[in-house]
């Protein structure tokens, strides 16, 4: 305190004017789907947006910040065949108030929320632009001719065809004695009746990169890969179709993974990961299915939990969230699905230990998320340890990708030998 002239005077000379927020990151997610944008910031946001109307526009104010080159950068970030953003116009609107106008290809449904700070990232405000018409999966199936291609008038054994009685009993070691066969043979497999719908599911995307190895390699890119290798192969399979769940890099709730896989009317849902653990020497490949009764495992209890988790990190808007539906799903998961789930995982596992050490020789239970379609055989293969040094190396390249590609759709070739799909009514 000073006098001065009888006067009581307060020294603020110590005194720190308030700091605006800082945009400290700016991403753009483009997809089909829907178009992601994400402002990355040291607190939180104030925001007020509104739809404008020919043409097609969305204005958002950002209330506690000044423009900064983060936020100017944006307009560089939209890329010329963004689905659903023109362009992207960057101003201060007024003092601590910065305006965005984003110009827009088509009619949107906004979804604007923000995010808590977890692992890596700060603060996140989020964008979400989905198209008020959205892409129907069937529909896209049908636009390829896929959903109404015909079966063949015949397929291979392999596919449920009648086996004969050569093929159906095993032949007997040197030193087993030879069983009679019994007077009534057994029923043949029955034949396959209808197309086979396979839905295939990279693991995370977009906000969310999954484990990322020593040598920067991101998981999401990774089985992304191998996803689109086996879609390929699956393809080529007279009597299959097939669904990504998600094709690009955006992220995909789990919930919605599940939906997408029940709304094409899968027969099998296949998740693809490449695992991480805190110890560089872990190594090896794994199959996973659900679990209703807890973990087979401490390892596997541990993968679910982080493998859960991706909601987090992806970024999901809780309040467009149907916890309802989502309960019905974990309450609909019957025996019966975990029962095939693990037989399609058997078969998965024993082509993998082909290629690749295995983690554990025998498949693994655990209560993932994404596994609990209640109609859906379900399992989660987790390709190799991108966190070992070597193994990251074989996830990178080629030659890999095209042997676990190929491992996995003689594995689901393998599982449809012996459980021919019949037709049967679905859950809606």
């Known amino acids: 305190m000073l006098k001065a002239g009888g006067t009581l005077l307060l020294s603020v000379m110590g005194a720190t004017p308030a700091r605006a927020t800082q945009i400290v990151g700016v991403r753009v997610w483009p997809a089909e789907e829907y178009t992601r944008v994400t402002l990355e910031n040291d607190s939180n946001l104030k925001t007020t947006h509104f739809l404008v109307k020919d043409p097609e526009r969305m204005v958002v104010d950002i209330e506690g910040i000044d423009l900064n080159p983060a936020l100017k950068s944006l307009v560089a970030k939209i890329q010329s065949n963004d689905p659903y953003i023109r362009q992207v116009r960057v ?7 910065v305006r965005l106008v984003f110009d827009l290809k088509e009619e949107v449904r906004p979804q604007v929320f923000v995010l ?6 700060q603060h996140r405000l989020i964008f979400d632009l989905y198209p008020v018409n959205p892409p129907d999966p069937i529909a896209a199936l049908i636009a390829k001719g896929d959903w109404m291609k015909e079966m063949p008038k015949e397929l291979p054994p392999e596919f449920g065809a009648p086996m004969t009685d050569e093929r159906r009993q095993p032949k007997p070691r040197a030193s087993e004695p030879q069983i009679a066969k019994s007077e009534q043979p057994d029923d043949p497999p029955p034949k396959l009746t209808r197309m086979i719908t396979i839905a295939l599911d990279p693991g995370h995307g977009g906000e969310d990169p999954g484990a990322i190895g020593a040598s920067g390699s991101r998981e999401k890119d990774v089985v992304l890969a191998i996803a689109k290798r086996l879609k390929a192969r699956i393809e080529q399979q007279p009597n299959m179709r097939v669904m990504l769940t998600r094709d690009a ?10 939906q997408k ?3 094409v009317q899968a027969d099998l849902f296949v998740s693809i990961h490449a695992d ?3 110890e560089p ?7 996973f299915a659900l679990s209703e009764k807890g973990a087979s495992s401490t390892a596997a209890r541990w993968l679910a939990n982080k493998e859960n988790s991706a909601d987090l990190i992806g970024g999901v808007n809780l309040r467009g969230q149907d916890h309802q539906l989502a309960s019905v799903l974990l309450d609909l998961s019957t025996t019966a699905q975990i029962n095939d789930s693990m037989k399609l995982a058997r078969a998965v596992l024993g082509e993998i230990g082909g290629i690749n050490k295995l983690h554990k020789g025998s498949v693994e239970q ?3 998320a994404v596994l609990k379609a209640p109609d859906i055989p379900s399992i989660l293969v987790e390709t190799a340890f991108i966190s070992n040094p070597e193994e990251e190396a074989r996830l990178t390249d080629d030659g890999y990708q095209n042997q676990m590609a190929d491992a996995l759709m003689n594995g689901i070739r393998k599982y449809f030998s012996k459980n021919p799909p019949l037709a049967k009514n679905r859950l809606t």
């Open 281 to 287: 020497t872990a190594r090896g490949s794994s199959v």
């Open 249 to 258: 890099d955006y992220f995909v709730p789990l919930q919605v993974r599940v």
């Open 276 to 278: 991480a653990f805190v």
């Open 91 to 97: 101003g201060q609107n007024r003092p601590s108030v």
């Open 261 to 263: 896989a029940r709304k």
């Open 116 to 121: 808590p700070p977890v692992g890596t990232y």
């Open 366 to 368: 655990a209560g993932f």
